[in-house]
């Protein structure tokens, strides 16, 4: 998962210089057939078959995955970067209350639910360190962004949870995250068809370069957060997703000159205080509970 999450915000960086040119669904719809072409010549190489016996599962798992990522765009277009990337990093927390909701609802006792209590402690005092990074903010007339931001981070956590059924279930990673290139690629035409594409007369080539590397990275992020949520104790990833704040922070210093208050690396050494506590934490505790496993 730190390894998915460095690769994501690397991408967000190709992101950010490659939308002086184009519009979010383009960059949607450009990086899911960069990502095809990759996964593909990737899963060729692997002697990964692509018909899949669980299609089903793979459609939701794009649909929730897709409509996540579109909202999440949404809100960074209409609310300050800090509360979108906090809004969509709440996908951790959404992911701990649906596995606690679950372990209530499938048990008899809470005994299932309480063994999960110190877990959820981490991931909630994790998200803390994300606020004190990203110190969000929204007015009165964001409101519709922000909970358009909010329902990024439940989408994501639904993706997250189905992502770990299809690692229950045997697929490999490389596969699943192959459909989910083909169903953004899917969305995100949809997008341009609606909004249209930006003339390529128009385009900075210099911009156009970074589609490239997006597709790449995203590929290589999905794979390695697909490894984690399939294999992986799910609130112990979810708590070292935050280390992507990190990553971002790092780059936003050395590449775009932003400063960061005490407060952001008191925020930054909690992430990375939580993430070896849930690991330490994840060697005492039982395996994955029921809820974790449907």
Known sequence: MVLGAFFFATMGV????????????ELVFYRSIISMVFLGLVLRRQGVKLPTPVPGMHVWRSLVGGFSMISWFYAIAHLPLATAMTLNYMSSIWVAAFIIGGALLTTVSLAQAQRQGPMLFIVLLGFGGVILVLRPTIDHDQLLAGLIGLLSGIGGA??????????????????????????????????????????????????????????ILASLGQWCMTRAYSRGHT???????????????LYSLMLFGDELPLSGWMGIALILATGVAAILLRERTVPNTPAEEH
């Open 235 to 249: 609130l112990t990833v979810a708590s070292l997703q935050y280390s992507g704040i990190v990553f971002a922070c």
């Open 158 to 215: 639904l993706a997250y949870m189905q992502v770990t059924a299809l690692g229950k279930v045997g697929e490999p990673e490389g596969r699943t995250v192959f459909y989910f290139a083909v169903g953004t690629l899917v969305m995100g035409l949809i997008g341009c068809a609606i909004v249209g594409f930006t003339p390529w007369s128009q385009v900075s080539w210099r911009a156009a370069a970074w589609l490239v590397p997006i597709g």
């Open 14 to 25: 190709a992101v950010k210089y490659a939308s002086t040119s184009f519009n979010t669904f």
